[in-house]
């Protein structure tokens, strides 16, 4: 029997829990008892047809928007009173992946016997996060969605969503991802998760209640940030200027010397990534994204696609070299119907999509009217 969730007195932009019970995963491991972490704004309507899911990317959370307390969001340029997802319109939806660390079950989670899964944990694909946010949906009263969409690995989430459950997607936005994670960014995404394994402190993944691998975080980070950003806006911002009174020439043993502003840059990305996200589920979510493949037990692409329903919204961003435009264009032309592939023109590369997305505000209003 499925239990609807209450949201009568819960003020936006406010972080919410459910139980969606046991989950089988795709890799035949076994999550006994799910919690997904969500947020909403905005008030669904008598037939649960205004609802609009918009999904994070890799280490985004469930604040896509301000809410009651009026913290900036992620996504203010697409969602928010006024917004193409309109939280006055709609009723928007963000949930926390399973692996996460902003409230969904992850690797710091408990497991049965008491203890955080750690090691323990089971590798969860996107399949499986569709599946589990899908009883979510079930409890929130929403047969199908008006509209689910992201960026990167959000992107690819939606697109799970449009092939896995054609009959609960009416429109899907994938932006700034292709169908299927490339042999270069699972090469991009290996270096990451064995920054974090081969630190000192990781002890195998059960490094809870000791000291934290925050150093192969941070490297992590660094080594992502670069691929999140262009070599245009690295120059442009830094070029080969040293950081502040540093003198990056002036050493006098190896490993001893001032930074580039550039150093100092991937520096300051990584120390923020530690103090708000676990390395566990930079690994977990990492190689859950490692696992996204459209095609996988479902033919050809266009085979894979041919099952889907939906009105596509495809974008790109135009500097993008971890995602490129070029895989936007291979995912739109194998899509039933004739699917354009909207740019957006941002010289930093990959965070375009979310620091940019108000390009195409006026492409996503005509999309959610139509």
């Not at 932006?175 to 920054?195: D, K, R, Y």
Request: net charge negative; aromatic share 10%; glycine share 10%.
């Amino acid at each position: 029997m499925t239990i609807s969730v209450t949201r009568t007195e819960v003020p936006d932009g406010t972080v919410q829990y459910v139980n969606i019970g046991s989950l089988e995963l795709e890799a035949g491991g076994f999550l006994p008892d799910v919690t997904l972490a969500y947020e909403t704004w905005g008030t669904l309507n008598e037939d649960g047809s205004n609802a609009i899911l918009v999904q994070h990317a890799l280490t985004g959370s469930t604040h896509v928007t301000r809410g009651s307390g009026n913290e900036e969001g992620w996504w203010e340029q697409l969602a928010g009173p006024g917004a193409p997802a309109d939280t006055d319109r709609f009723f928007v939806v963000s949930i926390n992946i399973v692996g996460g660390c902003y409230g969904s079950t992850g690797p710091s989670s408990a497991a049965p016997d008491g203890r955080p899964w750690g090691s323990r944990f089971p590798l969860v694909t996107l399949r499986d996060s569709t599946a589990a946010e899908a009883r979510l949906a079930d409890q929130l009263g929403i047969s199908s969605w008006f509209a689910v969409l992201g960026g990167s690995m959000g992107g690819a989430r939606a697109l799970e969503w449009a092939v896995t459950y054609p009959e609960r997607v009416r429109r899907c936005g994938v932006i700034a991802v292709g169908a299927s994670s490339t042999a270069e960014q699972i090469a991009f995404a290996q270096a990451q998760t064995l920054a974090i394994r081969q630190d000192p402190n990781f002890n195998g993944g059960d490094y809870y209640g000791g000291p934290l691998p925050e150093d192969g975080l941070a490297l992590a980070r660094r080594i992502a940030h670069i691929t999140y950003r262009s070599a245009y806006e690295f120059d442009f911002r830094f070029g080969r200027n040293a950081q502040a009174s540093e003198t990056p020439l002036e050493a006098e043993s190896l490993g001893v010397r001032g930074r580039y502003q550039v150093e100092s840059y991937l520096d300051h990305q990584g120390s923020k990534l530690v103090r708000r996200f676990d390395a566990n589920s930079y690994i977990a979510i990492t190689e859950t994204l490692m696992s996204h493949d459209i095609c996988r037990g479902r033919g050809t692409l266009k085979e894979a696609l041919s099952r889907t329903t939906a009105d596509f919204f495809v974008a790109a961003v135009d500097t993008d070299r971890l995602y490129f435009p070029a895989q936007s264009h291979e995912l739109a032309e194998a899509l039933p119907g004739d699917v354009d592939v909207h740019l957006i023109e941002a010289p930093i590369g990959h965070d375009g999509f979310l620091t940019d997305i108000g390009q195409l505000n006026a492409q996503l209003r005509a999309y959610f009217l139509a």
